[in-house]
Nanobody
Framework: QVQLVESGGGLVQAGDSLRLTCAAS????????MGWFRQAPGKDREFVAA????????DYVDSVKGRFTISRDNVKNTMYLQMSRLKPEDTAVYYC??????????????????WGQGTQVTVSS
């Protein structure tokens, strides 16, 4: 059974940094694309960043490019999201997810097979 567990959220001020961690277990993730999504109150869940588990290729939504960095540790089966220069509009519940097939549609929430429980990130102005 695949499990994804996020940690690292919290309350910070605008301009601060925060690192989220997603601990994955239950199988090998070779061939997968693992990603971060977020959902603000009253809004749809949106794609933030993704990483190809084997090759380390990355992808970001435009609004976080240059501020967020996604990475993974294949040995520890752990994925990270380093967030810098945080803005109030980054406030949301952040989820990690995995597309086990590593398809080209990893940005679509419905295309991901497993989800973590989410971690709250709140950025005050």
């Amino acid at each position: 059974q695949v499990q994804l567990v996020e940690s690292g959220g919290g309350l910070v001020q605008a301009g601060d940094s925060l690192r989220l961690t997603c601990a994955a277990s239950g199988r090998t993730f070779s061939g997968s694309v693992m990603g971060w999504f977020r959902q603000a109150p009253g809004k749809d869940r949106e794609f933030v960043a993704a990483i190809n588990w084997d090759h380390g290729y990355t992808d970001y939504v435009d609004s976080v490019k240059g501020r967020f960095t996604i990475s993974r540790d294949n040995v520890k089966n752990t994925m990270y999201l380093q967030m810098s220069r945080l803005k109030p509009e980054d406030t949301a519940v952040y989820y990690c997810a995995v597309d086990l097939n590593g398809s080209q549609y990893y940005r679509r929430p419905n295309n991901n097979d497993y989800w973590g429980q989410g971690t709250q990130v709140t950025v005050s102005s």
